[in-house]
């Protein structure tokens, strides 16, 4: 085993290791970025997979929410066993699983195969949460913020491409496509992460049953994890209410865009991403407090703008653009310093707080996906607006209380 591989493997050894490379980075990124799309695929696809695979109208919502839920059941029973088996070895079989999870979907023709296929694709798909901690562990204390930053732009990318990347490819090739497309690039990433990845085996000494029972005390016992957590969780709501209604108004005669333009205008707001590895820097600087009440108020800004906005059509389009990047930004920055601020807990428990933090803000993710499409319906673009506003508003309130609030980990 050679000296950054020993030193990944010992989380004890993080302040002598060599600083992580550039070009791992770029590796855990764009597999991270791979990972992460396959839960999102789905959603604008559900009308064409409803038909062809013959799910009712009142069922088809289940394309997407089995997904969502076997991602949840996989943060919380499986993310945590990174702090007890070895990682490169749990991220490569998952990966594995998620490989021919997709392949079923690609060939699904019934109900029962395609919901089977989206529940193991959301409950494989929890090894990007895997690998974020590596850059962490990897990492000097110094620069843990901007590597974690990095990484979370691939993530952040994944999320935010998948989508339109779905969109486009069904309009080309069919829907089946994009599932057969994304086995053949999560089976080459497998395939380079485990010949690059270093190992990192963890420290010995914990059952699994213990290490679920730990995680309780975790929450109780961290106030940094629970703050951050729902800090994320309100902005993550607002993110996921967004873009699950700003398609539905695109489309709407306001605008009447074809779903290509919807995708134009998807991937135009991934400009926002920027935010992720400029969060990492301010982070290391000490400055992570200010900077998350801004990216919070950024958040709020961005639904501000949606709501009062009146022009015509060109004006409007531009405004709505320039709120998906101002909310694109201000939530991957909020991300990335919650990370940052949870992993300096300690190296020994970063993956059970890493599955502790994405369950609760998925949760929040997915409360706004499942209210913006119903409340766009019952009440348009200025009720979706300002429910979106909502979510920032609450958390800037908590966020408040931490200049009353004497904490005693750091932020």
């Known amino acids: 085993m050679d000296r950054a591989t020993s030193a990944a493997a010992n989380p004890t050894d993080a302040d002598t290791q060599p600083e992580i490379a550039t070009w791992m980075i770029t590796l855990l990124a764009a597999a991270c970025g791979i990972i992460v799309a396959n839960l999102y695929y789905a959603q604008p696809l559900i009308g064409p997979i409803a038909a062809a695979t013959g799910i009712s109208p009142g069922a088809a919502g289940l394309i997407v929410t089995l997904a969502q839920v076997g991602y949840g059941l996989g943060l919380l029973f499986i993310v945590p066993a990174g702090d007890l088996l070895e990682n490169r070895k749990l991220v490569v079989s998952l990966m594995v699983v998620t490989c021919l999870a997709l392949i079923g979907a690609a060939c699904a023709s019934s109900a029962s195969q395609f919901f089977s296929a989206a529940f193991v694709i959301g409950v494989s798909s929890v090894g990007a949460q895997v690998l974020v901690p590596y850059a962490a562990h990897m990492s000097r204390p110094e620069t843990r913020g901007r590597a974690v930053g990095n990484v979370m732009s691939g993530l952040l990318m994944g999320i935010l491409l998948a989508r339109p990347l779905a969109s486009l490819v069904a309009d080309w090739f069919g829907w089946h496509a994009i599932f057969g497309l994304s086995a053949l690039a ?6 380079v992460l485990l010949r690059f990845l270093p190992m990192r085996r963890p420290p010995a000494g914990m059952r699994y049953g213990a290490l679920l029972g730990s995680m309780w005390q975790l929450v109780k016992y961290t106030p940094v994890l629970r703050r951050r957590s729902l800090y994320h969780a309100m902005v993550f709501a607002a993110f996921s209410l967004f873009w699950t209604a700003v398609p539905l108004y695109l489309a709407g005669p306001t605008f009447n865009m074809s779903q290509t333009g919807i995708a134009l205008f998807a991937f135009a707001g991934v400009i926002g991403v920027i935010a992720a590895p400029i969060a990492g820097r301010v982070a290391d600087r000490g400055w992570s407090r200010p900077a998350t009440g801004l990216a919070m108020l950024s958040v709020a800004l961005a639904f501000l703008l949606a709501h009062f906005w009146e022009g015509g059509r060109t004006s409007s389009l531009a405004a ?4 998906a990047i101002l909310l694109d930004f201000g939530v991957s920055a909020n991300l990335v310093l919650s990370q940052r601020a949870i992993y300096a807990l300690g190296g020994e428990i970063r993956s059970r707080l890493n599955g502790l933090f ?9 409360t706004g996906s499942a209210l913006g499409a119903w409340i766009y319906a019952y009440g348009g673009w200025r009720a979706t607006s300002l429910l979106g506003l909502v979510f920032p508003a609450l958390a800037l309130l908590y966020y408040c209380t931490e200049f009353s609030n004497k904490l005693n980990h750091k932020r």
């Open 320 to 323: 709505l653009l320039a709120t």
């Open 358 to 366: 994405m369950a609760t803000f998925f949760v929040g993710g997915a």
């Open 186 to 191: 999560i089976a080459v990433t497998a395939l």
